[in-house]
């Protein structure tokens, strides 16, 4: 039987382009003569739609796509997700399924049982879980059909009490397939293919594993669909980051070789990879093709700005120098290096005459100068006003240069630095920041080895530095993962090496600033726990005692 | 049997705080001779807890706490909300539990069955579902144990394919107590009261209801908790928005009189109480008690300075006017008669100078003048920047001032006049934001009537009307009800009266808003579908085609 794996980038919503998309793709399955095309999960709307779902003539357009596909469907077959009506008088109103098209009809529909609701995951909210088990016999053999998390049972760790092929398994198929939405993180690439293998090898059968690519938003899909032998080889496995198409001969009894690229958990690459795709999808698929960004002469803007430059390409990146009387002479000479290397235009605004006319309006109601830190903020919101000014005008979008750790801690000024439509690195530690740079630069040396290698800082009152107000950045990369990605308390941490009274202090940073990351932009999600939607926790509250 | 209900006000997380006060309420229960007194769910941690459910160490407190309160326990009995570990191998980690607790031990532990997981609830994200049904024995009575929604699928269009109480039934009780942590919503009360009594009615069983009250963040509590009798009359109903306690001398086979208050739904007056006690909690509990606004002279600054009086004190609220060159004369006279009426300072901090400066710094760049809308967005962004200096100068927290009909079109300024750090009407429609007014006025009449009869106007250029670019509000409000609140399709909406190109531009406002709204403060909710974490809509991708 001939398996065409159809690795797709689908936009959310849009049911009318998927569809489109899907049936070019069906038509070069039928031209090489494939028995059956294997779409991702969802793959009708694109994954996660979200609360579209709660909108029942949505749901209803997906079902009519899915009639509309069936009906040109002849002799290959198509397996593909979409979401469908329950019918369910008690129960969630909808499933996720995965629908098989031949002949001009759908034939069968699967549903899946395993609704992740968790992390980024939130599958309970619209669907009801399957519970009833069939087999899909086709061309002389007997498919069990799951749909992504049905096949993560696997460890004992996991969070269902039900196993959907243990009851598969009991109707003797002779494959599996599996039709997913399974996003990136830099740490989930080889946790998949493992457990995938380890899935084949469980059941003692081939496995044909569809994924989509492509970024929602802050979701990042990378594809790397696979077919895997029984004995847990990864006969096939298509590219990553990519759209892709493969279709696999598969035989009975015929033993495949090893066709796996061997994509490697090298985080950085995985990270520059991930982001590259996620800004190009955020603007092509919202329909922007311009980005600006404030260029501070530090670390995280000047990644950025290669990222962007990455993908969008030079001619739409527009970065913009907003110095003031605290800005050190390298921020400048460093920024405009950093352009020249990338052949990129840069602009210039100066902060000072508003800073002070925004001082001299508040004098009389402080009855003071202003100092501190709302002399620090006035600096970085003035930033922020003229770089969204500047997008107004241009119909730019802003990019956001905040990396996780500033983020973590609340290093950052709401409606300053804060602002922006997409948050590039707010999911990447500042010591990934540096590690992705020199990444970078081993590829093409263009940033500046000064900016590499000055002491960060955020030049809002004189010789500023950031280890005034925080640990060293190993330091405090180091504490911030255990509490964030890893759920360890405060004492667990200690126990780590970390200094109590610093611990403690890093904690209630991050808890104290929940308010702030609330109000921040979506951040494009590179690891297994990013800030967003992935971590929602209370903002008023007491957090840690 | 003496029952005591204990309605109270928790702080998430505060574990500790809330033990304090549980034991407090304890001892007037024995002092009073009950035998049993009835917390509402999760009140050790206060509900909704969200992802510290994730920090295993935080469930530890959670049940170190309840073993504390236990060993204090003795004649009179509690039966207390708190999360579990599951200790489950395959499954979720977490039950979510009601703990019954007698004379130094936790005698028995009931979890819930029916979790929660749409709109502003995502229980099954944390907990696994109950499936072990057993009947609290105590002083001779059959207790049947359940939590929140547990007793909301008594209508078939509910979610859930199992009953717990049906289960119950079968062991035959002779009384049902129920611990709840129900959110208030204007169309939430007389729904949940209804629901209570029928649950009396068809089970033939009196029911005990104990609810908290307090606002976390954006979710408010109402409280309301109740006694109703097997005959579905409610003999006791306690306070709504106030913590209360009330013991009920319940007598198998006694017939009860009705002494519900009668609380009815008129919205307005339920969403005034409800947003005062929102912004009470929101700034008790995160340890402030001042806040600032900027005051424009229109509708919805005039009525959040209101209720921010009403809530905080006269002493505790500063409005600032911020005027321009667009501001009319009636702006400041009226801004300035409502705090005279309200007996409250103002501060006045002008803004041309600053808006000067930033297009003089800008022109450059743009080669032209500055104008429209990026002219528009500076006069709101300098506002913000302004507000926000005094609120760090002063250590106030920004009330946000945006009703939830600009919300919905995006009538407003990212890092604009959405700063804040609370949104304060953000769940109410202009509409209803007018009536809530006309309220205020039959109280006392404190907001100038020209505020009430002018026509809406952003005053960001000449002449500006909200109509230049929107509909009336009545026309606009019921598009957008019946849009996010009745999930309507466009054709749906059009056969309500709507002029169909009407209702489309309205949805392309809404749909193409979701950006902005992802960046805005948490939102004080009070209808069934607010803005916030209960809706999640993609940001990016095709929302209707």
Redesign the interface.
Known sequence: MKIALCQLNF???????NTLKILDLYQRAVSEEADLAVFSELAIC?Y?????L????FVK?CEQALLNIAEIVEETAILIGCPTFSG?????KLYNSAAFLHKGEIRKVFHKTLLP??NIF?E??YF?PNDQFQILEFKGHKIAVSICEDLW?ID?T????QSPMQKLIALEPDLMINLSGSPFSYEHIEERRDLMCRNALKYDLPLVYVNQIG???DMIFDGGSMFIDRDGTIAEELEYFKEDFKIVNWQKGFKYSNHSHGYQNEDVELIYNAIVLGIR??FQ??GFSKAILGLSGGLDSALVTVLAVRALGAENVLPVMLPSVYSSGHSITDSELLCKNLKIDV?R???Q??VD??E???KP??NDE?KG??HE??QA??R???L???S??LGHILLNTTNKSEAAVGYGT??GDL?G?LSVIGDVYKTQAYRICRYINSQENVIPENILTKAPSAELRPDQKDTDSLPEYDVLDGILHAYIER???P??IVELGYDGSLVNNVIKMVDRNE?KR?????ILRVSDKAFG?G?????????N?
């Open positions: 936009k959310v919503g849009d049911i009318e382009g694109g996660s739609p979200e609360d579209l709660d909108y029942p003539h357009a369910l008088k008690f129960g969630k609701t968790y939130n309970y909210r009801e049972d004992e996991r969070y269902y009490k970024a929602n938003t999808d955020y698929k919202s602009k605004v100066e902060i005459k508003i006319e925004l001299n309006q508040l109601l402080f202003v830190l709302t903020n006035l919101r003035t922020g006003i003229l969204m000014a500047i107004n005008k709401l409606y602002c439509g759920f360890m308390s004492d667990e308010h609330f109000q921040v932009a979506p939607r971590r929602t926790m209370p903002i008023v509250g007491k957090l005692s």
